[in-house]
């Protein structure tokens, strides 16, 4: 599965995968194209950041004039507060500073400020940055770090992955802006698919094939035991199923897919599962057709239909809503009829809440699917 990496990590109690300054960038830019004063006279709230390590205070601090940022605050967690423990070597910016403290800096996260020039040469950029320790670890749950977050007027991160729906949680409480990086499966997350599902927050994926390349203290320690070899190469560990997740609006979530009709489907189609058949399949226990690929799905069909769930990457609002996903507690909720006990032993992968069809007189379970129909 796409997060079988990710749930490795959570297993190796590692959440440290360090995302790359061009992936920074493109996502940015584009929030930028569609709005150029997005971050214009803002606080940037940086959490869960590692500047000696993270490309994201570096993105911002290196652009703070270009993108008229008013604040930037970022801060990092002590240490030993770290899951994964690696030897700590504190870096010369911290011990050239009079009120560096060994201890302290194993112990205490800390705070990285940019809002002024400080040393006198005219312009605010990374070399301005200052910072201090905090009074606690740097945990984002920790009161320290949510008082800081009522400062901030966006947040960017890569959040711990085994704690993003906590992380969501706590955005969402907030009523921020944010943009930030978690795995595609968190969609059907219970506590995450119903704020997709009302356009609360939304998907991009810039990335090539949905796959990104982060850097990770693993690499330095060799501890790769749970990923392939072709997932590790030159210092960077690929993850499939990487997405942007946020609440700001950008040009591409609005742009309509360009799809043909049914009928030039079953002509046209690239994939042989579609070209050639008399009708799309249709589920036996959902009024909906299977739409197994994302280009396939027919612009002049009006019914529900039933979608990978990356068609999140092209999803246009104005062009399709979002009915639910067949999964588990919330395909029953969707009315799923239940499935014959006696076609269990025929397909055992078969589960309540789930879609199936029929094909050749075996039960086939696909994938995950989103409920889609097209707006009038």
């Known amino acids: 599965m796409a997060n079988d990496k990710l749930s490795s990590a959570k297993t190796a109690k590692n959440d440290e995968f360090y995302t790359q300054y061009p992936d920074i960038q493109k996502e940015m830019n584009a929030l930028v194209d569609y709005n150029p004063n997005v971050f214009r006279d803002k606080c940037i ?38 899951k994964y423990k690696m030897p700590y070597q504190p870096t010369l910016f911290e011990t050239s500073k009079p ?106 994926n810039p990335f090539v094939r949905g796959a990104a390349y982060f850097t990770s203290p693993l690499e330095l320690n060799k501890d790769l035991s749970y990923f392939n070899s072709h997932d590790y190469r030159e210092g960077f560990i690929r993850v499939p199923g990487v997405r942007w997740f946020t609440n700001i609006e950008l040009g591409r979530r609005h742009e309509p897919l360009q799809l043909m009709t049914m009928a030039e489907n079953i002509k046209h189609s690239k994939h042989k599962e579609i ?36 068609y999140l990457d092209k999803y246009c609002p104005e062009q399709f809503e979002i009915i639910g996903i067949a999964e588990g507690d919330s395909g029953k909720e969707l009315g799923l009829k239940p499935f014959p006990p006696e076609l269990k032993k025929i397909n055992p992968s078969l589960r309540q809440g789930q879609l199936y069809y029929m094909e050749d007189g075996y039960p086939v379970k696909p994938y995950a699917r989103l409920l889609i129909r097209k707006k009038e």
Not at 70 to 80: D, F, G, M, N
Not at 118 to 133: K, V
């Open 275 to 310: 070209r050639g058949r008399k009708e799309y399949i249709h589920y036996e226990n959902y009024d909906a057709i299977e739409v197994p690929f994302t280009d396939a799905i027919p612009k002049d069909y009006k019914g529900i239909m039933g979608v990978p769930k990356s």
């Open 45 to 82: 709230f940086l959490p869960c950041d590692d500047p000696e390590w993270s490309n994201f205070t570096k993105f911002f601090a290196q652009n703070f004039q270009l993108l008229g940022i008013r604040k930037l605050i970022s801060t990092s967690y002590a240490p030993e507060s770290k």
């Open 99 to 204: 009120y560096f403290d060994a201890d302290k800096s194993k112990t205490h996260g800390k705070i990285f400020i940019l809002d002024r020039d400080i040393t006198g040469d005219n312009r605010i950029d990374i070399n301005d940055l200052r910072w201090e320790y905090l009074e606690g670890d740097g945990d984002f749950r920790s009161k320290e770090i949510t008082q800081l977050l009522k400062e901030a007027d966006i947040i960017a991160t890569n959040p711990p992955f085994s704690l993003f729906r906590e992380f969501i949680a706590w955005l969402m409480a907030s009523g921020k802006q944010f943009v930030i990086i978690g795995n595609m499966n968190a969609v059907t997350y219970k506590e995450i698919f119903p704020l997709i599902k009302n356009n609360k927050i939304w998907v991009d």
